[in-house]
């Protein structure tokens, strides 16, 4: 099924039984995250993101993307949706705003979950996955690029990508250049200043040979499939 499809199905579901699909979601077990490629943030629960790049710096900041994407796709996605693009059961956590007052929101609900007449409706995974999985995810939201944000420039990374499946008339440098623009236009709704889009990962992944090019191709084809 495509993510468009599950989308489309998941609005339809909607509203009506989203009561007792949350409460069915909220028995599944937390899944750990690794987390042992991030830097400590010591014992205290923070108010505010570590792991952004102005504070930890882009390497980083990539790694918490990464890790986070795999912690939320583990232990969120089945209530808040694919991507973080929420189907309706539960907030769409993009547009918690990527500043102390967003993160603060942020850990309560993480670290406490959220009960409603005795009713679990989300689980508390504080003590369960720890603080460092906490900003990894929180890293992973706030850089989800904002609805349509790709759509001004999909024809162009449609061409990018097939110049680089065929191999022909490559010039990688000048791809990977004006990707990397492509990239820094893309909006988050969070308001993090960069959205690990496609197109930056695209950017960062082709190199001099052919096997790069190829590498970067899927991950465009990929990418704008999810996107429409
Ligand atoms: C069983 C379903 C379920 C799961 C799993 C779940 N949530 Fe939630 N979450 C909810 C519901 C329902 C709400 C709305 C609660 C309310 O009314 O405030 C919510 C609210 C939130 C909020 C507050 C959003 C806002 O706009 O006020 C945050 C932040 C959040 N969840 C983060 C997470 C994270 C991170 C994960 C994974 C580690 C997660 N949730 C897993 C159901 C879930």
New binding site residues.
């Given amino acids: 099924m495509s993510i468009f499809t599950l989308r489309t199905a998941l609005t339809a579901a909607g509203f009506m039984v989203?009561a007792t699909?949350?409460?069915?979601?909220?028995d599944?077990a937390?899944q750990p995250v690794n987390t042992d490629a991030l830097p400590e943030v010591g014992e205290e629960w923070l108010t505010e993101n570590p792991y952004r790049a102005e504070a930890a710096g882009e390497e980083v900041w990539q790694k918490a993307v990464d890790i986070g994407a795999s912690?939320?796709n583990q232990?969120?996605?089945?209530?808040?949706g694919l991507g973080a693009v929420s189907g309706g059961?539960?907030?769409?956590?993009r547009?918690?705003e990527a500043e102390e007052y967003g993160d603060e929101?942020?850990?309560?609900?993480?670290r406490d979950?959220?009960t409603?007449d005795g009713t679990?409706?989300?689980?508390a995974?504080g003590e369960l996955?720890g603080q460092k999985?906490?900003w990894a995810?929180?890293t992973y939201?706030e850089t989800r690029p904002d609805d349509g944000a790709l759509d001004d420039t999909s024809d162009r990374l449609k061409a990018i990508r097939d110049t680089l499946a065929s191999g022909e008339g490559v010039d990688p440098a000048a791809l990977k250049a004006e990707l990397s623009g492509i990239a820094e236009g893309i909006a988050t709704a969070s308001g993090a200043p960069v959205a690990d889009s496609v197109a930056l990962r695209a950017a960062s992944q082709i190199g001099e040979d052919q096997e790069s090019w190829k590498v970067a191709a899927e991950t465009l084809t990929i990418g704008l499939s999810a996107a429409h």
């Avoid at 699909?21 to 909220?26: I, T």
């Fill in positions: 989203s699909l949350a409460y069915a979601h909220g599944v937390p912690g939320y232990n969120c996605a089945r209530c808040h059961l539960a907030p769409d956590l547009y918690l929101w942020f850990v309560e609900r993480f979950g959220y409603q679990t409706k989300m689980p995974f996955l999985a906490a995810i929180r939201i």
